[in-house]
């Protein structure tokens, strides 16, 4: 268990300083705390094999939202639809 330790501090550190250089407003202690810890503890959750597609085809209609008078239904019910063909792959 000793050289785990030993270990896991020898990764640990450069990790916490590598993410705190990127982002500076963030401290140390904050870094280790949200994200390395999370990053030891997480898991990786499968997404649908189509997501690109569905993300891409999704996005399209979204960006129809950032109007003054998007009509909310009709993109939402757009978006279903672009999307349902590879949901179902």
Do not use: C
Not at 34 to 51: P, T
Not at 53 to 80: C, H
Request: no cysteine.
């Amino acid at each position: 268990m000793g050289s785990s330790t030993a270990i896991e501090t020898h990764v640990k550190e450069p990790l916490v300083s590598l993410l705190s250089e990127a982002n500076p407003q963030i401290d140390s202690a904050m870094m280790e705390q949200a994200v390395v810890k999370a990053i030891r503890s997480g898991i990786v959750l499968s997404s649908h094999v189509e997501f690109p597609k569905i993300s891409l085809a999704a996005g399209a209609q979204f960006d129809r939202l950032w109007v003054a008078e998007a009509d909310v239904q009709a993109v939402l019910t757009d978006v279903y639809e672009a999307i349902v063909p590879f949901l179902k792959q």
